[in-house]
């Protein structure tokens, strides 16, 4: 089975410092991964993903993600915050689920506050 | 132009009532979800539609009903409401074949009284 942790519920940071929200996966088979972004009382936006190929991947917003298989791990990081980045931030793990669909498992989310 | 849309919004009812959800895209993708959020902000998958057909269905109380009467529409149907199913349900949609790629609604906020 396939799975993602978030290992921080919260993160507060300030304006224009860097951040780095962690996420492992466990699977015992190729990975897809996936951060997404929840903006408050809005539906999920896709930031990032890593399917194959270059370990580094660079997103929407500044975002930017590296694939570590070895520690498996795929921590999402921008090297400098917006109060317009607060928001829930959600890894997650894609798998096959049959007619051409990929289901996805998310990790409890991380909630990124960019203090002013 | 909204790409996924959902009605209604918010939906506050009484126990033991039916109500309704719906969901539609305009984009043209072939595989529709629900996915249910509760009040710690977790994410998880109930159904998914590929053309009209259930792929898949996690397990759900059998309260909950999926209906997909084309590839542009899933509503959601929920008997016999209970306090627990209080929650923000999300609509999403994916192109064939792009891995993980899923556009969501906005959401439907439902708190059963």
């Known amino acids: 089975a396939q799975s993602v942790t978030q290992l921080d519920s919260q993160v507060p940071v300030f304006e224009e410092a860097p951040v780095e929200l962690r996420c492992n996966y466990s699977?015992?088979?190729?990975?897809?991964l996936f951060w997404y972004v929840q903006y408050p009382n809005q539906g999920l936006q896709l930031l990032l993903k890593y399917l194959s190929g270059s370990t580094l991947v660079k997103g929407i917003n500044g975002f930017e993600a590296e694939f570590n298989k070895s520690q498996t791990s795929f921590h999402l990081r921008k090297p400098s915050v917006h109060i317009s980045d607060t928001a829930e931030y959600f890894c997650a793990v894609s798998k096959y689920s049959g007619a051409g669909s990929y289901q996805l498992t998310f990790g409890k989310g991380t909630k990124l506050s960019v203090i002013p | 132009d909204t790409a996924v849309s959902q009605t209604p919004k918010y939906l506050v009812t009484q126990m033991g009532n039916d109500k309704s959800i719906k969901c539609e895209q305009n984009l043209g993708h072939d595989t529709m979800y629900w996915y249910k959020q509760d009040s710690k902000k977790f994410l998880k998958i109930m159904f998914s539609?590929?053309?009209?057909?259930?792929?898949i269905n996690e397990t759900v109380p059998n309260r909950f009903s999926p209906k997909s009467p084309d590839k542009a529409h899933l509503n959601l149907h929920i008997n016999s409401l209970e306090l627990g199913d209080s929650a923000v349900y999300f609509c999403?949609?994916?192109?064939?074949?792009?891995?993980?790629?899923?556009?969501f609604g906005p959401g439907t906020r439902l708190t059963v009284l």
């Open positions: 699977s015992s088979v190729s990975v897809y």
């Open positions: 999403a949609s994916s192109p064939q074949g792009r891995v993980g790629e899923q556009f």
């Open positions: 539609y590929n053309n009209k057909e259930l792929i």
